[in-house]
């Protein structure tokens, strides 16, 4: 496949939003209103306080169109979905986490808990939507707490990125072409042996077709990937990353968002950089947070569209 210089691509990219244009917008902004918790709720009641295996769309017709508005923000938006409830934090940790289950499970997308906690809430841990097995493609987060002081979660756009470092630093967007090597696997023990799978591609690429920007990035497992490959990343491919991880502290474009206790925090992955929710980072709220994993359900919705 002949390769497209990023020189080439700079226009279609220059529409990412910045911390001033997202702000400045209001789709990505949604209430959950008391209708859709108390649909939540009462299909709780029912089940013991757990979401069910099977969630039916029919159930739950508020709360449903909540999760569409969502989805089409995610993957036609902003990238970026912040659901607050309009009616306070009046509700226990339980609820907020079922009504946080259910609307993943809406959205297409499964829960589980990773690991539980000693007083039986769920643990902070990763929070995917894997869909093409190398990055997650959805992470978010239900708060159970109210962060304290310097726990915002930034936010920021892959495409004003690209826009940025191809103004001011070329060699980093060409790094950032260079194919690395992925793994699914989360750590070495389970990377060994035969079942090791390696997948190599770039972390930007622009797909021709849909004149789209792609992004994926797991920093963890691509250098976990080369680590026990024996394949050492190259210096200036490592110093792209840097610059990566650091573009949540450019005050132009990062987005600053402080969740309180029972806000919902969604963002797409291929769209969106994020310091606290994107997998292998820590967490805004420690232990406290429930989040998502692989799909193991076909979605409840149509494709957003």
């Known amino acids: 496949m002949r390769r497209v210089d990023p ?18 917008e209001s789709s990505w902004r949604l209430d959950l209103g008391p209708l859709s918790a108390g649909e939540a709720i009462r299909h709780l ?8 295996t099977e969630v039916r769309v029919g159930e739950f017709p508020v709360l449903t169109r909540l999760a ?22 009046r509700l226990d940790d339980a609820s907020w986490s079922g009504i946080f289950s259910l609307l ?13 906690r000693t007083d039986g809430l769920p643990d902070a841990s990763m929070a995917t939507v894997v869909v ?37 630093e070329p060699t980093f967007v060409r790094a950032l072409y260079r194919s690395v090597l992925h793994t699914t696997h989360w750590n070495r023990d389970d990377i060994g042996g035969e079942s090791a799978r ?52 450019l005050p132009h474009l990062a987005a600053s968002l ?7 925090v969604l963002a797409h992955n ?16 420690e232990t406290r947070a429930m989040r998502v994993v692989n799909p193991t359900m076909r979605p409840a919705l149509p494709p957003a569209g």
């Open 104 to 116: 993943c499970s809406l959205m297409g997308m499964a829960h589980r808990r990773i690991a539980a």
């Open 68 to 89: 569409a508005e969502a989805r089409t923000e995610l993957a036609r938006g902003s990238g970026v979905a912040w659901i607050r409830p309009d009616f306070g934090d």
């Open 198 to 249: 390696y997948v190599r591609a770039p972390v930007y690429r622009y797909a021709t077709a849909s004149r789209s920007l792609e992004f994926r990035y797991d920093r963890n497992r691509i250098e976990l990937a080369h680590d026990v490959s024996g394949h050492p990343l190259p210096g200036v491919v490592l110093d792209a990353f840097d610059v990566v991880d650091k573009s949540v502290t």
């Open 132 to 168: 093409d097995g190398l990055v997650p493609d959805v992470v978010g987060s239900v708060w159970l707490d109210d962060p304290d002081e310097g726990d915002d979660v930034a936010l920021v756009s892959t495409t004003a990125l690209h826009h940025e470092l191809e103004q001011h």
């Open 7 to 24: 020189i080439a691509i700079t226009n279609p990219v220059v529409d990412g939003w910045t911390r001033e244009s997202l702000e400045s």
């Open 270 to 285: 291929r769209r969106v950089v994020s310091s606290s929710l994107t997998s292998g980072t820590t967490p805004a709220v």
């Open 258 to 264: 402080r969740p309180r206790r029972g806000d919902i």
């Open 45 to 52: 009641h029912r089940h013991g306080g757990l979401p069910s």
